[in-house]
Structures are given as C-alpha cells and as structure tokens.
C-alpha cells in the first residue's frame, strides 16, 4: 500500500501532505518514543497519541513514512512543520490506537493468511 491510502483504509485525514507517497510495508502502535526508536520498521506507519514535534524527530531516526495520531488529538503546528520538512505524513483520527492497529494489520496483511 501507498502512504496515500492511507486515509481511505484507515479512516483518517490527511493534515500534513506534502510527503513522500512511498510505499508502506508495516506498521508500529507505541506512546513510548524510545520504544519506537528500538522496535518500529524503516517505511512503516506510527501509530500513537503522542502529537509533538519529538514525535517526528523519532519518526525521522527511524525513517517513518506517516505517523498516525488517534483519539482525536490535534497535532500543534510545530509537529506539522517537522512533518513537512522530514516530508512524513502526518494523520489524525477519532479512532483508539487499538482500531486504527486493526485496520492497518488488515490492509498489510499477506492476501494468502
């Protein structure tokens, strides 16, 4: 899947759009950065509650292709200028962190499992 489909399979909007529409091959559900730092994929999707501007510099280090923020939590400014400058994609949604997981594990799953 593209990080452009994202919105439409998850059920989220997009409020960060200028990146890279690569492609996306996994994803990772954590609130703790230095966790993300140790265990989330190169060219996954973040899937969190935690909307600052550190959130994209983890993003960057691990080299992230959209970070997911759920509960309805509004990203502050700042997050959203890191996010254009890293070009990552930045989501918002009203769904739990356990929703948003589901469905990316649905869209990423092997077709044959």
Known sequence: M???ELASIIGCE???EEYADG??????TS???SDVMANAA??????TIQAHRNTIAVASLVGLAAVVICNDR???EDMLEAARA???????????????SGRLWIALRPRDA
């Open 23 to 28: 492609s996306v091959d996994s994803g990772y």
């Open 86 to 100: 890293e070009r990552i994609a930045v989501f918002r949604t009203g769904l739990s962190q356990f929703e948003v």
């Open 14 to 16: 997009c409020v960060q």
């Open 2 to 4: 593209r990080v452009s």
């Open 42 to 47: 190169s060219g996954g999707v973040l899937v």
């Open 74 to 76: 509004l990203p502050p």
């Open 31 to 33: 609130d703790l950065l």
